[in-house]
């Protein structure tokens, strides 16, 4: 099993970033999955997931109407279109299953946001 995180960045405050999450090695059509952030001495945390159809999504309430989520179950592809970015996005963001059990984590990519 394999997550390649990319897309990440320096952007502005108020910027864009799309990022994107390629999956290999499991069959990533069956499960929901999961875009995740650490920032810096902060535990790990579950931004927005997605069902397997992608039909079903979720958010936490700060990122609510500026990020949206997506999968393409055809390319083993998740992705997270991030809009509006605040200084408080700031870390390095990582897919996963949305599930408590997960496989290995990748390197994530990193997004910073100045202000």
């Known amino acids: 099993v394999q997550f390649v995180e990319s897309g990440g960045g320096l952007v502005q405050a108020g910027g864009s970033l799309r990022l994107s999450c390629s999956a290999s090695?499991?069959?990533?059509?069956?499960?929901?999955m999961a875009w995740y952030r650490q920032a810096p001495g902060q535990e790990r945390e579950l931004v927005s997931s997605?069902?397997?159809?992608?039909?079903?999504?979720t958010y936490i309430d700060s990122v609510k109407g500026r990020f949206t989520i997506s999968r393409d179950n055809a390319k083993k592809m998740l992705l997270l279109q991030m809009n509006s970015l605040k200084p408080e996005d700031t870390a390095v963001y990582y897919c996963?299953?949305?599930?408590?059990?997960?496989?290995?984590w990748g390197q994530g990519t990193q997004v910073t946001v100045s202000s």
């Open positions: 996963n299953r949305a599930s408590a059990v997960k496989y290995l």
């Open positions: 090695g499991f069959a990533f059509g069956v499960y929901d």
């Open positions: 997605i069902s397997r159809t992608g039909g079903s999504t």
